[in-house]
């Protein structure tokens, strides 16, 4: 019997080919999104589980209460404290600290500039890191070690075990005792190479040993069963012992765990990539709504499919079929298209994931004999659509009776008109919901990247400055530089307009005490900043080479800083600096500075505070203005190089790099567009499942219409608006939704520019058009056939 069912089933579906692959592909197309999603998810969720310890390494964060009544979460906490913390509470048993800097780095005639992280010897026993070469017991014990990843030991000792040799870091010999092996492509935070601790001081890291001064990531591994509230608890006390009462209210010291970081965390100085959880939320929300979506489709193109199916129903009825039998036959054509559609869509989601891959450079995998949870959806997804979308029609189309469908050719409606109306708008708001927010975060993005940022960023170039030159032979390379025909402008700093400041210190204002300090940004660059970046001086001078002191005691200030310390006339104010143990520094401001974005407008510009530092500056700029960009590039290379001992030198384009700031938007932007095509296209898939059911039944009304003397055009028009002003119902819903959503989107950025009126009016026009391409086809079929056709059995 039920082989017999599953062929009859088989044999309508064949017969039937075209409602076949329109109900197979708006099927597929949901799945394959919601499999997809699965799988983005799940990936996602699983980042930073790969160390075996993962649920007991928290890292330790600081929530910073300024004086101005604002709160600063930083991921980065002073150095001190985390060995402090691990002597005085059992609960920790090891402490692990990260510190990375950039470095020149030499093994024979080999020589990069790169990223070196200093950490402490318990790092292989609190975090994962499988070993190629070497042992991890004792790796770091020692001053001057260092451990290789993967990619780094290649790319100085090729495939060489390098156990025993000598790297050269800024000229300080390194041993190398260990190479770790290719590391999880889900782990938050990177590295090159790991250095010991121990081989870290004052001179390579100012302020190491501050007790107030944040400036590295301190991960602890805490004892099983700890109640970790119990032990946040205790962090007051600490803090009042060993870094002073007044700081109590100051510092409030938390933890975080280490598998929550990368989709819960967006702290100050983030270690590592993190994405905003809500993005996987508002994601997981559009899969589950566009495979509604597709379940409604099924649902309005079965019934219109199922009417023409009427007689057969009555017929099999008379001859003794009961409705459960009836029901079973439905349900199996349901779930056989749904069987067919898992295979397209998990074809789909084979196709997608690579697009993904290379979008998010992330490593997504459908593993079909591992990852048993994307079997299990991949199961539970056509078990539901197979019941949700073929249930409803199974019972609707089993309930015709005998005598209404064979004493004539009427075919009985389905008295659900209301129901499947209501789905179709339910569709429309969807489609309109996403169109809608695709073309605002369109336009965010857009604003993002042309947004006047407060400062000239084109034609700039970015690179290092060598190693090998001294803070007095800045002036000389500076003249070098601008000898090369093209070379505009040279300026050298610590800090890129657009990134932020790096530091944030607290000051206050001369003849006042440390307790009122104000925790302001700071930035180091020389006197030549100011004028490369096109910043606009407000009051005072910029810092200048006449003056001596500039470069010890002189600040310029932005507006914000000079509203916050209340400064009428900031000309000649003095501002103070107070480090533990030491006596207050006094700095003049000698000019202000019209506010710029030097940090990125997700953050509101806040006080900043300029020095000029040469012995701080690791970057320079340098204006081109030329026709020949590569022959220029080759030349300023050719100056860096001959100043660096054959280190390379890296640079960029600074206007090419701020957009990057911006990538994670880019990325959501991209996905929601291809979203809200297949959205479209399922929902016009349901809106001729609606008309194929309504002209159906208005066949002999339209006959009749005809023969009475209606046009074409009236019949059209008559059977457009049902359909049209659906769709009008749809966007009066969806629009408010999109735009309450947006804005709360748009609130994670400090500047952003709400969807306006022509947002709206040009996504309402899109989907009308939309809406008529696909139903004129049919109900211009429908208007132009002969009445002859549908009124000769009356």
Request: charged share 20%; hydrophobic share 45%.
């Amino acid at each position: 019997m039920l082989l017999n069912y599953l062929k009859i089933a088989f044999r309508n579906l064949v017969k039937q080919r075209g409602y076949a692959f329109i109900n197979t592909a708006g099927l597929a197309v949901g799945m394959g999104i919601c499999l997809f999603l699965v799988l983005i998810t799940q990936y996602a969720f699983t980042f930073d589980q790969d160390h075996e310890n993962s649920n007991r390494i928290y890292r330790l964060a600081d929530r910073i209460n300024q004086e101005n009544g604002n709160v600063l979460d930083v991921a980065i906490t002073p150095s001190p404290w985390g060995e402090a913390m691990a002597d005085t509470y059992e609960e920790i048993e090891a402490v692990v600290r990260f510190n990375g800097i950039g470095a020149a780095v030499k093994y024979g005639e080999k020589a990069f500039y790169q990223g070196i992280t200093y950490t402490d010897a318990e790092v292989f026993d609190v975090f994962t890191y499988p070993f190629k070469y070497g042992n991890p017991d004792g790796a770091l014990d020692r001053p001057n070690t260092i451990v290789l990843t993967h990619w780094m030991s290649e790319r100085y000792f090729g495939n060489a075990n390098p156990i025993g040799e000598i790297l050269m870091v800024d000229e300080i010999p390194y041993e190398v005792t260990g190479v770790l092996l290719e590391p999880s492509d889900q782990y938050s935070f990177y590295f090159n190479s790991l250095a010991s601790w121990s081989s870290i001081d004052e001179e390579i890291h100012p302020g190491i040993n501050n007790w107030r001064t944040h400036n590295q990531y301190t991960y602890f591994l805490i004892k099983e069963g700890t109640d970790i509230d119990a032990l946040e608890a205790k962090f007051p006390e600490f803090i009042a012992q060993n870094v002073g009462e007044d700081y109590t209210a100051r510092y409030e010291p938390f933890l975080q765990n280490l598998e929550s970081l990368y989709l819960n965390s967006d702290l100050v100085g983030e270690h590592g990539d993190s994405l905003d959880i809500s993005y996987i939320y508002i994601f997981g929300s559009i899969g589950l709504m566009i495979l509604i979506i597709a379940m409604i489709n099924f649902v309005n193109l079965a019934i219109a499919q199922g009417i023409k199916r009427a007689r057969e129903v009555g017929i099999r009825k008379v001859m003794g079929a009961v409705k459960g039998q009836l029901i079973f036959q439905f349900l199996a054509e349901a779930f056989i298209l749904t069987i067919a559609a898992a295979f397209l869509a998990i074809g789909f989601v084979e196709i997608g994931l690579p697009w993904f891959n290379s979008l998010t450079q992330w490593e997504v995998e459908a593993n079909y004999f591992s990852n048993y949870l994307y079997i299990a959806a991949i199961g539970i997804t056509v078990l539901f659509v197979g019941l949700m979308a073929g249930g409803y029609p199974s019972f609707v189309l089993s309930k015709f009776s005998p005598s209404a469908v064979l004493k004539s050719d009427n075919t009985p409606n389905s008295g659900k008109s209301r129901l499947k109306t209501a789905l179709v708008v339910t569709q429309f708001t969807v489609a309109i919901f996403m169109i809608i927010s695709t073309v605002a975060v369109d336009k965010q993005i857009d604003y993002l990247k042309t947004k006047d940022l407060g400062f000239d960023k084109r034609d700039l170039l970015v690179a290092n400055i060598p190693t090998e030159i001294s803070a007095e032979e800045y002036g000389f390379l500076r003249d070098e530089l601008l000898k090369t025909v093209g070379v505009q402008e040279v300026s050298f700093m610590a800090n890129l307009p657009g990134y932020g400041s790096g530091t944030r210190t607290s000051y206050f204002e001369g003849g006042k005490t440390a307790e009122d300090g104000k925790m302001v940004n700071a930035i180091f660059v020389d006197e030549y900043y100011v004028e490369q970046f096109k910043l606009n001086i407000k009051e005072g001078r910029n810092f200048s080479t006449n003056y001596s002191s500039d470069t010890l005691d002189a600040v310029i200030i932005n507006e914000t800083a000079a509203r916050e310390f209340g400064f009428s006339n900031p000309i000649g104010m003095t501002l103070q600096q107070q480090l533990p143990g030491e006596e207050a520094s006094l700095y003049n401001v000698i000019g202000v500075v019209e506010d710029y974005h030097f940090s990125t407008l997700h953050e509101t510009i806040s006080p900043l505070i300029i020095r000029n530092m040469p012995g701080y500056f690791d970057e320079l700029t340098i204006r081109i203005n030329t026709a020949d960009v590569e022959g220029t590039l080759e030349q300023i290379n050719a100056t860096l190089k001959s100043f660096n001992d054959g280190v390379p030198i890296w640079n960029y384009f600074l206007e090419d790099n701020l957009s990057d700031i911006y990538e994670t938007e880019e990325i959501i932007g991209t996905m929601l567009t291809y979203f809200t095509y297949l959205t479209i296209f399922i929902a016009c898939l349901g809106l001729l499942g609606l008309v194929s059911f309504t002209i159906v039944n208005k066949k002999k009304e339209i006959g009749i219409r005809k023969v009475l003397g209606a046009s074409v055009q009236s019949i059209v028009q008559d059977i457009s608006y049902q359909f049209v002003k659906l769709v009008i119902l749809g966007f009066l819903i969806g629009a408010p939704l999109a735009y309450l959503l947006i804005q709360q989107w748009l609130n994670s950025f400090a500047y952003s520019e709400a969807p306006g009126l022509i947002t709206f009016i040009i996504s309402g026009t899109a989907i009308i058009s939309v809406t008529l391409i696909t139903i004129g086809y049919q109900t211009i079929r429908a208007a132009i056939a002969n009445p002859v056709d549908s009124l000769k059995s009356e």
